[in-house]
């Protein structure tokens, strides 16, 4: 898109992942489901980050968070603001100015009400009327901050998640599948939201396997395969024939499109 600036807000460079494992009970190994990653946001920009499932989308964005699990083994160079992402900044920056809409609502916190859960890291003495009116622009009653997590729909969740990663302040919004199921006119909703949160001038990764929709708001895609990066190109090269997209991976992923020509002998190799 047109007036986006270029001062890269995130870098991700070399980026791999593994996990030890115990087989047979006391042979350990070490499986690597993320090899070689590379992703860069910048200020203002939308980067979708694309992939079948089980290719490694969510691990990139804990990796960013710093909320991996204790077992993994990290390498690799994170850049946030041109700093290198320690552990440390990272937890001082997580739901910060680095905001996370996970993919999953047991993210939630089972015991606490979701009005409460949205306030945390608000002013304390604004947070109750930040709260509410968030609710509101999210389509949520005043009155549902009272209720607990199973009180609520799974659509109303989502929408509380997405609550809580609005924070003034924010410079980095990770988005790890906001629309799983979602009926048009919520999904639509959410890429605006997406939208304005670039508009106001953060980097936005959306992770999702819909790439029709991430295409609405998107200025590039980043192609994940088996834990690693594929191809990074401007949202508007997945057009027509994807002839200008650069690597035959991503031409035939864009061709196996219901929209497209539907290359059904890919879809079941590859997109499973
Ligand atoms: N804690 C873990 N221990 C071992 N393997 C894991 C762990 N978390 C994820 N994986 C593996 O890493 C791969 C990528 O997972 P994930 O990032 O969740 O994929 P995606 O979000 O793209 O669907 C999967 O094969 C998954 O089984
Ligand atoms: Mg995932």
């Given at each position: ?71 993994a083994i990290f390498s690799g160079k994170m850049l946030y603001r041109g700093e290198e992402l320690t552990p440390a900044r990272m937890e001082k920056l ?159 992923l864009w061709r196996a499109l219901p929209q497209n020509d539907f290359d059904l002998e890919f879809k079941r190799e590859a997109v499973r």
């Amino acid at each position: 898109m047109s007036n986006v600036q270029t001062k890269p807000l995130l870098q991700v460079d070399h980026l791999s992942i593994g996990f030890s494992q115990y087989v047979k009970g006391t042979q350990k190994r070490i499986i690597h489901p993320i090899a070689d990653m590379h992703v860069e946001i910048n200020e203002g920009e939308i980067v979708a980050v694309v992939g079948a499932s089980g290719s490694g989308k969510s691990l990139l964005a804990h990796a960013v968070l710093g909320i991996l699990p204790s077992n993994a083994i990290f390498s690799g160079k994170m850049l946030y603001r041109g700093e290198e992402l320690t552990p440390a900044r990272m937890e001082k920056l997580r739901g910060r100015e680095i905001s996370f809409i996970p993919q999953s609502v047991n993210y939630l916190d089972p015991l606490m009400r979701v009005g409460r859960q949205v306030q945390i890291g608000l002013d304390p003495r604004t947070a109750r009327a930040q709260q509410e009116k968030l609710f509101l622009q999210y389509g949520l009653q005043k009155n549902d901050g009272r209720l607990f997590p199973f009180e609520l729909s799974g659509g109303m969740l989502r929408r509380v998640l997405f609550a809580t990663s609005v924070r003034e302040g924010v410079r980095l919004v990770i988005a790890d599948e906001p629309t799983p199921g979602i009926h048009p006119q919520a999904l639509s909703e959410i890429l605006r939201q997406l939208k304005q949160f670039a508009e106001d001038g953060a980097g936005v990764m959306l992770i999702t396997h819909d790439i029709i929709s991430a295409l609405e708001i998107a200025d590039r895609v980043a192609v994940i395969k088996d834990g690693a990066t594929v191809e990074i190109s401007e949202a508007s090269a997945f057009e027509g024939n994807g002839e200008r997209l650069k690597t035959e991976y991503t031409q035939r992923l864009w061709r196996a499109l219901p929209q497209n020509d539907f290359d059904l002998e890919f879809k079941r190799e590859a997109v499973r």
